[in-house]
């Protein structure tokens, strides 16, 4: 599967930012999904996941209660809402898709990934 994230940009603090992931190739349906991200310096963390049917999704301690992980197969989309940004949420922000069974949090199990999108988030 082919991915392409879309969205980013310049936010305030305190504000919101929604972006996107676009899917061509293979099902769209059959992968769990994940958006991972990368600050300058640091290696790159999780921060969402959610499953095939989105029925199920987990969030990173840091992101809990913030921002929201969300898709729509019709569309091959996944979607990632970003509410009360921070600072140091500034980051690249990368898609990911993973064939395993079960929802993963585990970067090494996402076997194909998009090409990320700049968020940066003033104070």
């Known amino acids: 599967v082919q991915l392409q994230a879309s969205g980013g940009g310049l936010v305030q603090a305190g504000g919101s930012l929604r972006v996107s992931c676009a899917a061509s190739?293979?099902?769209?349906?059959?992968?769990?999904m994940g958006w991972f991200r990368q600050a300058p310096g640091k290696g790159r963390e999780f921060v969402a996941a959610i499953s095939r049917s989105g029925g199920s999704t987990y969030y990173a301690d840091s992101v809990k209660g913030r921002f929201v992980i969300s898709r729509d197969n019709a569309k091959n989309t996944v979607y990632l809402q970003m509410n009360s940004l921070k600072p140091e949420d500034t980051a690249v922000y990368y898609c990911a898709a993973s064939s395993v069974t079960i929802v993963t949090t585990r970067r090494d199990l996402y076997g194909s990934w998009g090409q990320g999108t700049q968020v940066t988030v003033s104070s």
């Open positions: 190739g293979r099902t769209f349906s059959t992968y769990n």
